[in-house]
């Protein structure tokens, strides 16, 4: 099957794909707008939202309806590196067998990864980026496609170890979750309170995701749209020849080469998903937001004055 052909039928079924998740998820279309980005695209993401907010119901109804496995590890202050990687036992024979951890599936919800102390964080950070886990000098493969998607509160709260920003640039998006609009609020309470089950149905398979991820490293990319992607990131640091002075005046630390990478990454998803075969400025300008919003350290007067860093990633366009 050429590229273009297969192009058009990732653009058909990404909208059946669309209306098999609405059965269960009521709105938040940007928000898993950027999640199947974020998968297409071979990265990982970062929920940011308070609690109560159905981000398992949401993750784990993505993973069906692109037929893969879903795992939800709850991170909480005394959870060990091999909780979440696997140990090695002792079987009757006396020989060490390994027991694999939460961690060998598809997709992972990390939930709430801000409240368990850096020696986890990093034992899962490891796994994201190399694919593959070391338990006892053993080198684990993990099946592919892997994809973690890590939730933070945002509200400030005891006992969290927020994630460095060394660690926060591993995801590939950071994606702001908000409360429900009324009407979307009814509804949600309308299909939560009666005995009505909706049942959804995979269209894909983790072979095609695995074939979607090539495809889209595939698309052809013009010159002038990643010097423009290079120039946004590179406008974003304080220091930077190019750099606005809304940056200079409001911004600590701004984002590295692996931003560019990925800015680049999304826009050739987002353009396939909308039917195009290459991508352009606006594609970059698309998925801009959620790429730079974690990377982009705003500093002390940004926030008195309650500049936030959309507005920040506003003023490089």
Do not use: C
């Not at 058909?12 to 609405?22: G, M, Q, S, T």
């Not at 850096?118 to 993990?142: C, D, F, I, W």
């Not at 009505?196 to 894909?204: G, R, S």
């Not at 889209?216 to 010097?227: G, H, K, Q, S, T």
């Amino acid at each position: 099957m050429s590229d273009v052909t297969a192009v058009e039928n990732l653009v058909v079924k990404h909208r059946l794909l669309k209306k098999e998740i609405a059965k269960v998820i009521v709105g938040q279309e940007e928000v898993i707008d950027q999640i199947l980005l974020s998968i297409f695209s071979g990265g990982h993401a970062l929920l940011i939202g308070v609690p109560g907010l159905a981000k398992t119901l949401m993750v784990n109804t993505i993973a069906k309806a692109l037929g893969l496995d879903f795992k939800r590890i709850q991170f909480t202050p005394d959870l060990m590196p091999s909780d979440i990687l696997g140990s090695e036992i002792l079987d009757e024979n006396r020989h060490f067998k390994f027991i694999k951890g939460p961690i060998f599936s598809n997709i992972i919800l990390a939930d709430e990864i801000n409240r368990t102390p850096p020696k986890t964080q990093a034992a899962l950070l490891e796994a994201m980026q190399e694919r593959s886990v070391t338990v006892a000098g053993n080198h684990y493969k993990l099946s592919l496609p892997y994809f973690v998607l890590a939730t933070q509160n945002p509200i400030e709260q005891e006992g969290t170890y927020p994630l460095p920003e060394a660690q926060l640039d591993r995801f590939m998006f950071a994606i702001n979750l908000d409360y429900p609009s009324f009407q979307e609020e009814v509804d949600v309470v309308k299909a939560t309170t009666s005995n009505k089950e909706q049942a959804v149905e995979p269209l894909f398979s983790a072979s095609e995701i695995t074939e979607i991820q090539q495809l889209v490293r595939r698309v052809p990319v013009a010159d002038n749209v990643i010097e423009y992607a290079v120039r946004m990131v590179g406008k974003s640091r304080p220091n930077g020849q190019a750099t606005p002075d809304l940056i200079k005046n409001y911004v600590d630390w701004g984002a590295g080469p692996r931003a560019s990478q990925n800015l680049v990454l999304a826009a050739k998803a987002h353009a396939i998903l909308n039917g195009k075969f290459s991508p352009d400025i606006e594609n970059i300008q698309a998925v801009a937001s959620g790429i730079l919003r974690h990377r982009i350290i705003r500093n002390y007067k940004a926030e008195a004055e309650g500049i936030t860093e959309d507005q920040i990633i506003q003023s490089l366009f």
